[in-house]
């Protein structure tokens, strides 16, 4: 097993010749957007990965095709979505506020604390780690969305 200064010795020379190679030859260019880095950053790693190692059999384009393809997982159906959390507590009026707009959960949560998790587009509101209420994300405040909720209560 190596040891940590093993492994930051091996990240430290990845770094260095990621600046070296890929990040000096570009020093005195500007851009624009994400797009042109990218776009100049390409042929530069493409050489980069190409380049035989100096110690080991191979470049980093064999190594990763002989070692590293073969354990890679699929992506994830569905992208990545960006949310932020934060905290609401229940009106009477068994609504939360979340970011200025009004949202449902079960009647039976009123004055109970939830944690809110807001898309772009939703707003999932939770219960000690339970969902209990998702809606899709309104942006007009002051207003409200509710659902019709089925009462699980028997009479």
Known sequence: MQCATEHKAKVETGVQIAERQLLAPLRDQRFFSVAEINQALRPLLDELNAQGFQKLEGSRNSWFASQEKATL???????????????AT????????????????PHPLIHQELEARSTAN???LFHHGKRVAAH????????FTTLAWISTERN
């Open 73 to 87: 997982l699929p992506l994830p159906a569905a992208a990545f979505e960006l949310a932020t959390w934060s905290k």
């Open 90 to 105: 229940v009106n009477i009026d068994y609504h939360v506020s979340v970011d200025n707009h009004f949202y449902s959960v």
């Open 122 to 124: 939703t707003v999932e």
């Open 136 to 143: 899709v994300r309104s942006y007009l405040p002051g207003k």
